[in-house]
């Protein structure tokens, strides 16, 4: 692993990011679910559902884009992580991923490149959702310095998702694959605390949502918008992205091994 | 020093397919090496494990000097690899891709311009350099995953099939490259399915069939080992049995075939001119003379007993078969 942290390491890692984020930007169908489907999904909520800010139990918020902007954009570094999983797995097929094999770098660069790749994609969500937020009107309570963790946070949660995405698509090193992931992670979206409260979330929905590792990332980052930091919270968030991360890692890597063990 | 050492080389997959059986090679420092042989005969699972992408499950391997297993970083930076089915990111321009290539093989950044700016230059790419790979040609993005192979200079080039589904005049831009680079010293192993190609190209030629190696020599040997070149007449006017008289002093006659009178020359084709003069001495007014060499093709028949183009489909018995 020490040859992962050389210098020259790094320089292709930040090569390989930067492929992953042109990639990314020249082709639509990877950019679409990144910002088209969590603004819409963002417009068509507030705009339909913003009363829910009155239902009993709902906690006191601004409005209710502010406490939707969490949501969105945990939804899109959720996307993102796929997307980058789908671009990982386009390069399996086409053989692009032998390119950087026979080349004289560590192989988990390959995975890193990509994960840097997806960081930078979640530091664009965040500065996209944020800038919406600002556009209409969301006060950030604890100020520019929560305005930084939020996008530490959603960044942390893209590299995450993100790790996530890679395990699949180097294991099963189909595109398609991949992509099937994505109703599922719509299921573990609704069942979390990313667009309602928990507690206006029926059984067994609220208690799927009380232990969902989204939940604890969506409401970490969101306390700094509506609420304020909770150490609980906080500590929790980092948490939930110290799991999923972990765990995609770990995959990724075994998957990585297996591949390169038998040969695809 | 040979520049790749090959010793019992095996690769077998789950469900005991055995890709490559036993191969041995030697290929020396400097020369352009072919591996002859039909789809699914072993030639890209033997690359994809001399270049480090898979591993042997039998046999060992050196390239450049290094064991493909246990210094398997080492040979990565001595080799260059072009892989079948240019495997290209069409989004990428060329210009982008030389870039990646050589910060994955360390140039230092201040080199990687001119670097890259040389390459494109010398594949004729300069002008499309800044275009997506997703608009090139077949052609163009051969030349464009051979100059990416080149950008460390390595010492040993792996080409694997460098020219399939190419149209002819790319086929010749490609292997006048390929040829130019060996005579600045690269070792050249290129796996091909074309006779010409191998025959055109290499300085030795191995054929794969079946994972096993079932002939290897220059390519010339070869073609000696299964008969001397034919020469085939087609008489005007004249005996075509006089003709034969005369064509035997040349060599072995073989049974005519539509009228047309075949000799083997023991002499090679620096016969053809005797024989010309000495049918004119007879009187015998030739139609139509054709001297048939032996091709590869005739070669692989002999150790298969299938032409090469039959063999694509592997049969009972051949490469990817299953361990009994």
């Known amino acids: 692993m020490s040859a992962i942290f050389s210098r020259q390491s790094w320089r292709v890692v930040g090569e390989l990011g930067r492929r992953s984020v042109k990639q990314t930007f020249r082709r639509p169908q990877l950019m679409a679910p990144l910002i088209i489907f969590p603004t819409l999904l963002l417009a068509i909520q507030t705009g339909g559902a913003g009363r829910a800010v009155d239902l009993p139990g709902f906690p006191p918020v601004e409005s209710f884009l502010a406490f939707m902007l969490a949501g969105a954009m945990v939804q899109s570094t959720l996307l993102a992580g796929n997307s980058g999983g789908i671009a990982l797995a386009v390069d399996i097929e086409m053989g692009f991923t032998d390119r950087l094999l026979v080349a004289p770098i560590p192989r988990f660069s390959i995975v890193l490149g990509r994960l840097a790749g997806t960081a930078a994609l979640g530091l664009f969500t965040a500065i996209w959702f944020l800038a919406i937020g600002f556009a209409f009107g969301v006060k950030f309570t604890e100020g520019p310095l929560g305005v930084l963790v939020m996008i530490l946070l959603v960044i942390g949660s893209a590299v995450a998702f993100g790790s996530i995405g890679a395990a699949i698509a180097l294991r099963s090193g189909s595109a398609s694959v991949v992509q099937g992931m994505f109703p599922l992670l719509f299921v573990i979206l609704f069942l979390s605390t990313a667009f309602f409260p928990q507690d206006l979330l029926l059984e067994p929905a609220q208690t799927v949502a009380e232990y969902n590792p989204l939940s604890f990332i969506v409401d970490a980052v969101r306390d700094p918008v509506v609420f304020a930091f909770s150490a609980e919270d906080m500590l929790k968030g980092l948490l939930g992205l110290l799991v999923i991360g972990g765990f995609g890692t770990v995959l990724a890597a075994r998957a990585l091994q297996h591949r390169l063990r038998t040969g695809g | ?324």
């Not at chain 2, 290209?88 to 001119?114: C, F, K, N, V, Y």
């Not at chain 2, 074309?194 to 290897?216: F, H, P, T, W």
């Open chain 2, 1 to 324: 020093m040979a520049a790749i050492e090959v010793e019992n080389l095996q690769r077998s997959f789950d469900g005991g397919v055995i890709a490559v059986d036993g191969v041995d090679l030697e290929v020396d420092g400097g020369e352009i090496f072919s591996f002859l042989g039909p789809n699914g005969a072993g030639k890209t699972t033997t690359v994809r494990m001399l270049t480090t992408l898979l591993r042997p499950t039998g046999g060992s391997a050196q390239v450049a000097g290094y064991d493909v297993v246990e210094d398997a970083a080492a040979v990565r930076r001595a080799i260059g690899v072009a892989l079948q089915e240019a495997a290209l990111d069409p989004l990428m321009t060329g210009r982008e891709l030389i870039h990646l290539q050589a910060t994955l093989h360390g140039l230092p950044p201040a080199e990687i311009d001119d670097r890259a700016d040389a390459l494109l230059q010398r594949v004729g790419l300069t002008r499309a350099a800044d275009r997506r790979v997703g608009t090139y040609s077949g052609g163009m993005q051969r030349r464009l995953d051979l100059a990416s192979a080149l950008v460390h200079q390595p010492e040993v080039l792996f080409l694997d099939e460098p020219t399939t589904g190419l149209d002819p005049v790319s086929r010749m831009t490609i292997w006048e490259e390929v040829s130019k680079l060996n005579d600045e010293g690269t070792t050249v192993f290129l796996t091909t399915q074309y006779l010409e190609e191998a025959d055109k190209l290499a300085d030795r030629v191995a054929i794969i069939s079946a994972g096993k190696i079932v002939a290897e020599g220059t390519p010339a040997s070869l073609k000696a080992e299964v008969g001397k070149p034919r020469l085939e007449v087609a008489v005007a006017e004249g005996s075509p049995a006089a003709c034969e008289d005369v064509l035997a002093r040349f060599g072995e006659c073989l049974p005519a075939k539509d009228g047309t009178l075949i000799v083997e020359l023991a002499g090679g084709a620096a016969e053809i001119a005797p024989v010309v003069r000495a049918l004119d001495e007879r009187g015998i007014l030739v139609e139509s003379l054709e001297l048939v060499e032996p091709t590869l093709d005739d070669v692989f028949v002999e150790k298969t007993g299938q032409h090469l183009e039959e063999s694509d489909e592997p049969l009972p018995g051949q490469a990817g078969r299953v361990a009994e």
